[in-house]
C-alpha cells in the first residue's frame, strides 16, 4: 500500500520548500545619512626655564651665557619658534638712591635665539642657547651694581 509519488509532484514540492525558505532570508536595502562631532584638544604655554646661573659680571666685562630649557605640561608637543628675554627688575644690597642700579646698567645680547624645534613633553625638555647678558661700562658711578640680582623674564613663540 504505498502510495506512488510521480516526479512532477516531488520537484513542485522541492521548489515550494525552496521558496519559502528564500523568504525567510529576505531583507530590504536602503540608504541613510547622520551626522557626529569630534573636538580637538588645546594647549597651555610652556614655560622657559634658565639652566645657566651667570656669576662675576663687571663693568666693561664679556658677556656671561645665558641659556636654558622647556618645561611642556602638554599632553603633546609643542613647536618653539624662538626665546626672547627682558630685563624684569635689579635688585641688590647696595641699590639706594646715590648708588642707583636698574636695567639700562645692563645689556642683553643674541636675543631672540631661535629654537625652531618641536619640544616633547614633560619637564626639561629641549634646549635654547645662545643669549648673554653683560654690566655696561657706563661712564657713571655703578657701585650700586654690586652684588645686583638681574631679574630675567623669559618668553617663546
Not at 60 to 70: C, H
Request: proline fraction near 4%; aromatic fraction near 8%; charge should be negative.
Amino acid at each position: 500500500m504505498f502510495r506512488r509519488i510521480s516526479i512532477k509532484k516531488i520537484v513542485g514540492l522541492t521548489t515550494a520548500v525552496a521558496l519559502v525558505t528564500a523568504g525567510a532570508y529576505a531583507y530590504w536595502t536602503n540608504g541613510g545619512s547622520g551626522s557626529g562631532t569630534a573636538v580637538t584638544g588645546s594647549n597651555a604655554a610652556i614655560t622657559v626655564t634658565q639652566t645657566t646661573s651667570p656669576t662675576g659680571l663687571y663693568p666693561g666685562g664679556p658677556a656671561a651665557a645665558l641659556a636654558g630649557a622647556f618645561n611642556n605640561g602638554n599632553d603633546s608637543k609643542v613647536y618653539v619658534n624662538d626665546v626672547d628675554a627682558t630685563i624684569a627688575s635689579v635688585t641688590g644690597p647696595n641699590i639706594d638712591a646715590t648708588h642707583p642700579c636698574d636695567a639700562s646698567d645692563y645689556a642683553l645680547s643674541g636675543f631672540p635665539v631661535s629654537v625652531d624645534a618641536e619640544v616633547n613633553a614633560g619637564s626639561a625638555q629641549g634646549s635654547w642657547s645662545g643669549g648673554g647678558i653683560a654690566l655696561k661700562n657706563l661712564a657713571a658711578n655703578q657701585d650700586g651694581c654690586k652684588g645686583a640680582t638681574v631679574n630675567l623674564t623669559y618668553t617663546s613663540n
